[in-house]
């Protein structure tokens, strides 16, 4: 079985930082490559950010580059989500998943294969 797990996610005043971390098991981690999505209720789940299997590309969503960071620990089995200068518009419930080779992109939620449960960020104005 493969399960992911998401933590970190709570409330934020806008400006302030949360630092999302999923864990992986039930897999050769270092074998996939790790996506962060979100969905805002009565929205469609967006791409947020992606890293490749050795940690040396990363991919941001235009809406967060400059302010979030994704990062992958593959001996802790465990990728993060640094996110800096929260917004309202970041609330939304995010989710990790992973995926290996594709046709499709890494913004595409097509390309993963397992997702995690989800964990809440919630910023106030």
């Known amino acids: 079985q493969v399960q992911l797990v998401e933590s970190g996610g709570g409330s934020v005043q806008a400006g302030g930082s949360l630092r999302l971390s999923c864990a992986a098991s039930g897999q050769t981690f270092s074998s996939y490559v790790m996506g962060w999505f979100r969905q805002a209720p009565g929205k469609e789940r967006d791409f947020v950010a992606a890293i490749s299997r050795s940690g040396g590309s990363t991919y941001y969503a235009d809406s967060v580059k400059g302010r979030f960071t994704i990062s992958r620990d593959n001996a802790k089995n465990t990728v993060y989500l640094e996110m800096n200068s929260l917004k309202p518009e970041d609330t939304a419930v995010y989710y990790c998943?992973?995926?290996?080779?594709?046709?499709?992109?890494?913004?595409?939620?097509?390309?993963?294969?397992?997702w995690g449960q989800g964990t809440q960020v919630t910023v106030s104005s």
């Open positions: 998943a992973i995926g290996g080779a594709s046709a499709y992109g890494y913004y595409n939620s097509r390309r993963y294969n397992y």
